[in-house]
């Protein structure tokens, strides 16, 4: 009876790990072909720094970022304008939007709001991209993609 039990438990155990195992790689696997696009639309530490943490741990599980900065969030990506210092991060959010690009993912900025706020081109933070510079698809492209989820703050 004991060796009976000792089976079923060790079947029902290895079943469990399957049935685990599967559905993690089937989440992962949505993840992966999912892309979400942060909308930021201010420079202020405490709106901005969410966003791009959750950018972050999207990208650490291998989804698809892209950030687009607007209105007053284009001062982010500025290599000449003083950051503070953001206490959760222990850095200026530039350091966080530099992670994203070299975790891979895409730092987008509307060109006439950098003209708004005067933020030239040549001060961006390296592999940041204006829209009107953008390589590959068009940020039309992102917007109209089914598997683009757009979230804004």
């Known amino acids: 009876m004991f060796k009976k039990i000792t089976i079923l438990v060790v079947i029902i155990s290895i ?8 559905f993690m790689s089937r989440n992962a696997q949505a993840i992966n072909q999912q892309r979400v696009l942060f909308n930021l639309t201010s420079d202020e530490l405490v709106v901005s720094a969410m966003p ?12 698809q970022v892209v950030v ?14 003083p950051q503070n210092i953001h206490s959760g ?17 895409r730092v987008l900025v509307c060109p006439n709001c950098m003209a708004n ?13 204006t829209l009107n510079q953008m390589q590959g698809e068009m940020f039309t492209d992102i917007l109209t993609d089914p598997n683009t989820n757009i979230i804004s703050y």
């Open 15 to 22: 079943l469990a790990f399957a049935a685990g195992s599967f």
């Open 52 to 63: 791009l943490r959750t950018a972050t741990m999207i990208l650490d599980q291998g989804g």
């Open 89 to 105: 991060i222990g850095a200026p959010l530039q350091a966080k939007l530099t992670e994203i690009i070299q975790k891979g993912g």
């Open 117 to 129: 706020q005067g933020v030239t081109v040549q001060e961006l933070i390296p592999g940041a991209e």
């Open 68 to 81: 687009l900065l607007n209105i007053k969030a284009v001062r982010l990506a500025s290599t000449t304008i």
